[in-house]
């Protein structure tokens, strides 16, 4: 039998920012579409997460910048 791979589907939309103007996380996702078989490769990494930040109110008000703009990116 032929090693089949594992293979996903596209990545979903990221997520918003939880929560404006305090540093937070984003995630996306994709799910898998077949399972490896027979020694095929294994399926990457499903889920990624970001560090976001809204420099803006829902009412569009200026956070005023408080917070550094770094990030992070992180397969789970």
């Known amino acids: 039998c ?3 791979p594992c293979i996903v589907g596209e990545w979903s939309p990221w997520s ?3 929560d404006q103007c305090k540093p937070a996380a984003r995630v996306r996702r994709r799910r898998v579409q ?3 078989r027979n ?3 294994p399926c990457p990494a499903l889920e990624e997460r ?3 930040l809204d420099y803006s ?8 910048h408080a917070f550094g703009t ?3 990116t ?3």
């Open 2 to 4: 032929p090693a089949l």
């Open 16 to 18: 918003g920012c939880a």
């Open 34 to 36: 077949q399972e490896p």
């Open 39 to 41: 020694g095929g490769a």
């Open 50 to 52: 970001a560090g976001c």
């Open 57 to 64: 109110t829902p009412q569009g008000q200026d956070c005023g």
């Open 70 to 72: 770094e990030g992070f």
């Open 74 to 76: 992180a397969a789970a």
